[in-house]
């Protein structure tokens, strides 16, 4: 068999334009296409990657603010429940205090109540027992009790201190007026002549005594002289006991630590 190499030469001319009609035309867009698509991908791919990662991030950021936020909304919740309690305790604490202050007020009311109490009845009795002792020693007085009364008062008078006994002689004697002798009932002569000489023998006065009766007076004697008075009679032994009994109550009545009370001494 006899080879046409003219034929094959155009046939291998002809492969090789095409070839490179193929690679000039066909091939290299097709190159350039798969390229560009290539590219185009690992552009995506790249775009995913990184819209990935920052997806990533956000979610671990968005992962942080949530504990950040679950830490806070435990310390809120914590120190809602502190405050709370703190609060509670202190309404608790508050009403205590003004319970018991109301109490302890309500106790020293009625402590107040029954010491008021205390010394109504102290009072009212007292008042009773004096008025008791008034009406029986008025009913027991007589002419005898006022003769009696004399010699106490003389005595008395012999026991005035040096102020009183002073002040009683400066007025017998620049007296403007009589001196006054009041008793229950009129005085015999001879107590009368007593009393004139212990003014004498005393304060060296003879001035005349004016003599007169009193019913209010329950036994016992006054003198009085230019507003000068000196007295002994039961009425005011009873005053004065009663004056003693007040002070007395008075001082037990005081609250401990108080300074006490003086009472006088009495006649």
Avoid: C
Wanted: hydrophobic content about 50%.
């Amino acid at each position: 068999m006899l080879i046409d190499w003219f034929t094959v030469a155009a046939q291998v001319l002809n492969f090789l334009i095409l070839v490179w009609l193929m690679k000039r035309f066909l091939y290299r867009p097709v190159l350039d296409a798969i390229d560009a698509r290539e590219q185009r991908i690992a552009q995506e791919l790249a775009n995913a990657a990184a819209k990935q990662a920052e997806a990533s991030q956000e979610r671990d950021a968005l992962r942080q603010r949530n504990d950040a936020f679950d830490r806070q909304r435990a310390a809120l919740l914590a120190q809602a429940t502190d405050e709370a309690a703190a609060e509670r305790r202190r309404l608790l604490d508050e009403a205590r205090a003004a319970a018991a202050a109301l109490l302890a007020a309500r106790q020293q009311q009625l402590r107040s109540e029954a010491q008021d109490f205390n010394r109504a009845i102290q009072q009212q009795t007292r008042q009773e027992v004096f008025a008791i002792a008034r009406k029986t020693l008025a009913e027991l007085a007589s002419t005898s009790l006022e003769a009696a009364a004399t010699a106490e008062f003389i005595r008395r008078l012999a026991q005035l201190d040096p102020t009183a006994h002073a002040r009683l002689g400066q007025a017998l004697a620049e007296r403007n007026e009589a001196a006054r002798v009041r008793t229950a009932f009129e005085l015999p002569a001879a107590e009368r002549a007593a009393l004139q000489q212990a003014l004498l023998q005393q304060f060296g006065s003879d001035a005349p005594l004016r003599f007169d009766t009193d019913e209010r007076l329950i036994g016992g004697i006054e003198l009085s002289v230019d507003g000068q008075l000196v007295a002994w009679n039961i009425d005011a032994y009873l005053g004065e006991l009663a004056d003693k009994v007040e002070r007395l109550l008075q001082k037990n009545q005081q609250p401990p630590g108080s300074p006490p009370a003086a009472v006088a001494d009495g006649a």
